[in-house]
């Protein structure tokens, strides 16, 4: 019995659920199946609280109705926003002295389940340091039994500034009077889904990079393997089996992905490689309150030439392959390997009711969980180019600290975390994720 899904369709809420009608659970059981189970319609986004409670218990029987009673999340979020140029807020504060000329400034609009079926269109138009277009629309129920499901991204990117080497394990930045680089991407996906934890996905898109000459002429002649295009099409396949109660920053439970891409599908296409990944992530709940977990990944290139471009040989140190305590370093590579782990412990969880504070109704309900941590991180990167000058690379990393982890809305993540690096070297960094 559902209650309270105004926009969600049944069928959306009762995909996500681990029990349907008539199936029998031991009742020994039954706390933690409805605590997983409202964590998992949670993690979707288009609830910000849920109850699951019995009803009508035939104690002779051992029947029982299930009510499933949500609070549905807003739907649309156009958010004005100043998004940082580099690779971190971290990065921006020391390297860039928090310059406002590396800023994009524009908005991001997420506009979720607006047909109740639980797809997410999502648009990005930024101007300054990077001017920025992006598109992306993801349909995860083409048919009836919601198993089949789309994916859509368009991408365009322009910029007068370029990190074009890695010097002493740091970016090197060369502005221009004119577009350094400009990108377009498109790409198209469709994903299988015969059960709840378990998803295949197939995509094929077409990439093109342009760069000016200059910055072969007199900075990088390899950026692009010799060429100031880089045009080529891809197709990848993945695996996700994800058993997580959260899918930002869970406490429960575990995820195993695996991926294979092959960049350069025709010959005429510039780049000619493979990639194949895997990575792990998993949770234990050692008490109420204190919970461990261990993420790990290995990815690994092939490039069918001797040309490799610098632009394609990245590592560590871009998006979330990253090490705590290195956040201002990249680390450059064909082969890399990383693992981390957390000991959390909870001290908060509960809900803040902002009343009308709030302008915003669906946004009333708070919840909020605080989580310091301590942590451990350890990772190599494999790189046949290496230079003498990036020493970070084709050597073992580590680092340790600890956090303090905040999460709203049970998907928008905070987390100010201190750490120190092989080198000894020590700062706070700050991380964040939206949940999107």
Known sequence: MLSGNKRTLDNTIKR???????????????????????????GTGIANQININLKNWDTESGKTDVLVEIKEAIF????PIAELADRNFNVWIKEQKA?????????????????????????????GYTNKFEFNYTQPALNTKRTIGINLNLHYSSSKELGYDTQNNKLVFKRLNEPAIQKQKYTVGVFYRPEVFTNYTFSISYQKNNISDSIINSYNEDFLGKSIHQN???????????KRNLKVFATKGFKISTYLQKDGI?????????????GGEKYWAL?????IDLKMKAQLTHYFNDKIPYYTNKALGYEKDYLRGYEYYVVDGQKYYWGKTNLKYLILDKIIHWGKIMPI?????????????????????????QKASNNLQNTFLFSYGFGWNTLLYNNKLIQIEYSINHLNEKALFLHYDIGF
Not at 76 to 79: A, K, M, R, S
Not at 111 to 119: D, H, I, P, V, Y
Not at 266 to 278: K, P, T
Request: proline share 4%; hydrophobic share 40%; charged share 25%.
């Open 287 to 291: 008490s109420q309150k204190w919970n």
């Open 266 to 278: 025709f010959e005429q296409d510039d780049l000619n490689r493979i990639i194949w990944g895997i």
């Open 232 to 242: 080529y099409f891809s197709a990848k396949y993945q695996l996700d089996i994800d």
């Open 16 to 42: 996500e659920l681990t029990f349907h009608e008539n199936d029998t659970l031991q009742l020994k059981d039954l706390d933690k199946i409805i605590q997983f189970n409202k964590s998992r319609i949670l």
């Open 361 to 385: 109704p669906k946004l009333r309900n708070m919840p909020i969980q605080f989580f310091p941590s301590l942590n451990f991180d350890a990772g190599y990167v494999d790189n046949k180019l």
């Open 76 to 79: 649309l979020y156009p958010i």
């Open 99 to 127: 310059s406002l000329s590396r800023l994009n400034i524009g908005t991001y609009t997420y506009w979720l389940n607006a047909s109740g079926r639980a797809e997410l269109m999502k648009f990005t138009l930024l101007f």
